[in-house]
């Protein structure tokens, strides 16, 4: 059986020699994403923890909208970016199933497309809702095993499968939550693929049919999207 410190530790090499390699850093957050965080309402005197932060492009949305920050992701390079763009914020290196945070510290907390890659789902989600206070939202964003492409054998997943990448059914994903503590008040679609970045990825003789998908993402039922936003808030009583 693999040690979970180990299993950690390869997955933290995947992300600082691979995935971070040639990230890029200071990026504005696309127009999908803000359109996403614009719905969660005013942030101004707000404190809120993105975990599986990355290199803080969520967090920079959230900063200059008032909010304090913080972050934690497994990857040492990703912090470091983070501390230097965020001198004034809080930043961890380390798992998400043990969050280094007090109870009842956050309005929002978010994780954006991370909780799949994580080893223990049910720890990670009990360890948000700790660190949330009462009244807080919860942003998770997760893949899809409906996806209508990945349905019809055309999408295997990203590049993260390499370290880790479990897909499930959104009822999974609910239960999950459900679980946690953590009840689903809205669903969102995820629009990246609508925009010219994505569409005139590879040969560009696939480019109209990636057109094509992009338009049918933004109409297709919930229950076909390739990844979905679950807007939470933590179930009492």
């Given amino acids: 059986m693999t040690d979970p410190q180990e299993k950690f530790r390869s997955i ?3 992300y600082d020699n691979e995935y971070y390699a040639h990230a890029s850093t200071g990026a504005r957050l696309p127009w ?8 969660l309402g ?3 005197s707000r404190t809120v923890l993105d975990v599986a932060c990355g290199t803080g492009e969520w967090l920079d949305y959230f900063r200059h909208h008032g909010a304090s920050v913080a972050g934690i992701d497994l990857s040492q390079k990703a912090i470091d970016e983070c501390t230097r763009r965020f001198p ?3 930043f961890v290196c380390g798992p998400a199933e043990t969050l280094p945070f007090a109870d009842q510290s ?3 907390v978010t994780c954006m497309g991370s909780l799949e890659h994580f080893l223990d789902k049910p720890a990670a989600l009990s360890e948000m809702k700790r660190v949330a206070k009462d009244d807080a939202q919860f942003l998770i964003l997760v893949p899809n095993a409906g996806f209508l492409t990945r349905r019809l054998g055309l999408y295997a997943g990203t590049n993260q499968v390499k370290a880790r990448e479990d897909v499930f059914d959104l009822d999974t994903w609910a239960s999950l ?5 953590l009840q689903v008040v809205a669903r969102w679609r995820d629009l990246h693929p609508i925009s010219w970045f994505w569409i005139a990825k590879g040969n560009p003789l696939s480019w109209p049919v990636r057109a094509a998908q992009a ?3 933004a109409t297709w039922p919930i229950g076909w999207q390739y990844q979905v936003y679950h807007h939470c808030k933590a179930a009492h009583g």
């Fill in 32 to 39: 999908h994403c803000r359109l996403i965080a614009a719905r």
């Fill in 177 to 181: 939550f459900d679980n946690a503590g």
């Fill in 88 to 90: 004034d914020g809080q």
């Fill in 12 to 14: 933290r090499e995947f």
């Fill in 106 to 108: 956050f309005d929002l």
């Fill in 215 to 217: 338009l049918a993402l």
């Fill in 42 to 44: 005013n942030m101004s």
